[in-house]
């Protein structure tokens, strides 16, 4: 058995000093170079207040977004949708999508992908001038 958490995997720093990445806490607990597990990739995110993921897509696999604490809004290309506590959200592969904590509260996520070994196999593309998406809601 392998038991992974917050507790004993370190926090990537180094993401999260990416343009669009800013500010949010990242841990990834599954992925076949760290677990030997293939086919699924598992991280959890803290959104700190008023944080922002950017919209963003993956070629190579859907995402499902499931909110553990809290809430925000699903930002897309298109309008807003509101996540809260228990729900999850589903992206299928090329569909734009990212996530606005715009609420006073941290929101704590878990996002997983399966058919990916890695993070870096999911084919990751920004929405240029992503940041238009937030008019409106800051």
């Known amino acids: 058995m392998i038991v992974r958490s917050r507790r004993n995997v370190p926090e990537d720093v180094a993401i999260t000093a990416q343009e669009g990445w800013e500010g949010m806490h990242i841990w990834w607990l599954i992925d076949k170079e760290q677990t030997g597990t293939s086919g699924v990739v598992l991280n959890?995110?803290?959104?700190?207040?008023?944080k922002a993921h950017e919209?963003?897509?993956h070629d190579n696999a859907a995402e499902y977004f499931y909110v553990v604490r809290g809430s925000g809004l699903s930002m897309s290309d298109g309008d807003p949708v509101r996540l809260n506590e228990g729900d999850v959200a589903i992206y299928p592969p090329n569909e734009w999508h990212g996530f606005y904590n715009d609420?006073?509260?941290?929101?704590?996520?878990?996002?997983?992908?399966?058919?990916?070994?890695?993070?870096?196999?999911?084919?990751?593309?920004?929405?240029?001038?992503w940041r238009r998406t937030l008019e409106g809601h800051i």
């Open 44 to 50: 959890t995110v803290d959104f700190p207040p008023q």
């Open 55 to 57: 919209v963003h897509r």
């Open 103 to 129: 609420t006073d509260e941290v929101c704590e996520v878990v996002t997983f992908w399966t058919g990916v070994d890695r993070y870096a196999d999911l084919g990751y593309e920004g929405l240029p001038d």
